[in-house]
Structures are given as C-alpha cells and as structure tokens.
C-alpha cells in the first residue's frame, strides 16, 4: 500500500474513463440510436480539455474531476437503509445550488462530476441536471436496492449518469451482484463500492466474487476496509492485520488479471469516492456549495 499522488489517481480515473468510453462505443455498435448522445459527449470532453488548456495558460490548474457531497448524512449508501439528505447541521446540497455548482464547472472545464453523500439517485433533481449537462459525465455512488425500474429507466435515458453500486457497510459483497446483473441486461455501465470486513473478506476478494462482476460489465471496482461507528475502535468487524495486507495484495492481483480498474482504500465507505478521485488540486465541494479540502488517501496501484 503506498501514497497516491495528483497525477497517480488521475490516472486512474482516466483509464477508468478510458474503458467507460471504449464500452459506450461498442455500445454505438448495437444500438446506433446512442451514437448522437456519445459524440456529443466526445465534442463535449474535447471543449473541456480546450477549456482547461486557457485556464493553466493564465497559471490556473484545473483538474477535470469534481466531488460533490450532496449531503452531509451518513449510511444512505449503504443499500440497508434510507438516509435523508440532511447532515445534522441542516446542511444539504439544494438543487439550485447544484446547478450553480455544476455551471461553474461547466466554465472551468471540469468533465467528471462525481456524486456522493446521502443517496443521491433518490433525488428528483439528478436526471433532469444529467439532461441540461449532456456534455458531462455522472458517477453516481447508490446503494444496490436502488436499482429499481425508475432508476433503470432514468439510466437508459441519460447515458451520461453511471451508477457507483454500494454493497452495503453490512451486506456480503455478492448482494450487489443482483444490481449488477440488471445493469448488464440493460447494457448499462456501471461501477461498483465493496465494504470489506473480517467476515466478508474471504467473499469480497474470491475470484469467483470478481470474475462475477467483471463479467456482468463492471469496470470500475473499489475496494475498502469496513470502518466501525465512532468510539469503537476495537469493533470486532474489523480486518485483521493480516486481512489488510492481503486486501491490497489481492486489488494488484485483481488488476493485472481483469479487465478495468481496480482500486483498493483504507478507512469510512463514504469517503470511497472522495479518495478515489484525490489528486492534488482535485476540486471537491460540499452539501453547502464551498470547497472542500480534498482528502489525502493510499490505494493499491
């Protein structure tokens, strides 16, 4: 396990962008209807880049990658419960302010907007910005049970919303499978969130577990260590030490051996995006509009 720098976890975004796109257009191929929404993607992505190039000619470095917490609540990803927006604080991303955030870096070039925080497909705001914002793309991390028919039918209508599926901070890794099957059938790209405790280790980092969900499409798998609730910290969900090495030995192993991305990080499951797409200078905004220092995370490369 080892430190992540800037350039490092933009790499890895980028090739998971890289499969994402690669995937979308063998997609063209079965279905020419989807071939407009895709180029307009790809002009879109060019204009970005184009738009980053003048900001770091005036000495502004802007990445392509935005974070945004829609709320400040705990455990509405976790597939097991509904959360509401609101943190304890009162403080929420309202969709006013969301549009504002995502005008503003339209502006700046930023192209990859990463959704986390409460369980924003549960909003009624996300697709209808997808639709005004077809130029980017929306990782969105969700819960498993929130795959439903109206969150399907959404998804088929706006290519540029790609589900981050959570197996739960509880449930056993295969539960998020049922998920994933449904998005293959729809030819849906998706990716996928594991919580790995001591109990589901030997589950969560079986090949069979793994060729399951590369098989049904997934080419973006994060991987991270069960955190147990405030003021345990002896939890005995804990990983062993020997299970933690293990972990980021199996992630290497993962990514060398299938297609994709795969990474590997300590600490809460909320955190999961918000690490995955630390880089330095990665732009990551809060529930209430403002930047957020971006957090410093380690993964398995």
């Known amino acids: 396990m080892s430190g992540v720098s800037g350039e490092a976890g933009l790499g890895l975004l980028s090739r998971g962008a890289e499969l994402l796109f690669r995937d979308a257009l063998k997609m063209i191929l079965r279905d020419p209807s989807e071939a407009g929404l895709v180029l307009r993607m790809a002009k879109a992505q060019k204009e970005a880049a184009r738009r980053r190039r003048e900001w770091e000619i005036r000495g502004v470095q802007v990445p392509p990658v935005m974070v945004a917490t829609m709320s400040g609540a705990r455990g509405g990803t976790s597939g097991d419960e509904q959360a509401g927006f609101e943190s304890p604080d009162g403080c929420e991303m309202t969709p006013e302010r969301l549009r504002r955030v995502l005008e503003e870096a339209r502006d700046l070039g930023i192209s990859v907007v990463l959704l986390t925080g409460g369980e924003p497909l549960a909003r009624s705001d996300i697709f209808g910005l997808a639709a005004s914002f077809t130029g980017a793309v929306f990782l969105v991390h969700t819960g498993h049970t929130q795959i439903d028919d109206s969150v399907v039918a959404g998804l088929r209508r706006h290519r540029n919303?790609?589900?981050?599926?959570?197996?739960?901070?509880?449930?056993?890794?295969?539960?998020?499978?049922?998920?994933?099957?449904?998005?293959?059938?729809?030819?849906?790209?998706?990716?996928?969130?594991?919580?790995v405790s001591r109990e589901t280790f030997d589950q969560a980092t079986s090949d069979e577990f793994v060729?399951?969900?590369?098989?049904?499409?997934?080419?973006?798998?994060?991987?991270?260590?069960?955190?147990?609730?405030?003021?345990?910290?002896?939890?005995?969900?804990?990983?062993?030490?020997?299970?933690?090495?293990?972990?980021?030995?199996?992630?290497?192993?993962?990514?060398?051996?299938?297609?994709?991305?795969?990474?590997?990080?300590?600490?809460?499951?909320?955190?999961?995006?918000?690490?995955?797409?630390?880089?330095?200078?990665?732009?990551?905004?809060?529930?209430?509009?403002?930047?957020?220092?971006?957090?410093?995370?380690?993964?398995?490369?």
């Not at 197996?167 to 969130?193: I, N, Q």
Request: hydrophobic share 40%.
């Open 161 to 195: 919303v790609v589900p981050i599926v959570d197996s739960g901070e509880y449930g056993p890794p295969d539960a998020l499978l049922g998920a994933a099957e449904r998005l293959r059938r729809e030819r849906l790209l998706f990716g996928a969130a594991v919580t």
């Open 211 to 301: 060729a399951a969900l590369s098989g049904a499409g997934c080419k973006l798998a994060m991987f991270f260590e069960y955190s147990p609730p405030a003021g345990k910290p002896e939890d005995e969900h804990r990983l062993t030490c020997e299970q933690r090495a293990r972990l980021f030995e199996a992630v290497e192993s993962f990514q060398t051996r299938y297609p994709g991305v795969f990474a590997a990080f300590p600490g809460d499951r909320e955190d999961a995006l918000v690490q995955f797409a630390q880089g330095f200078g990665v732009v990551r905004v809060g529930p209430e509009g403002g930047f957020v220092n971006p957090v410093f995370a380690q993964t398995s490369l």
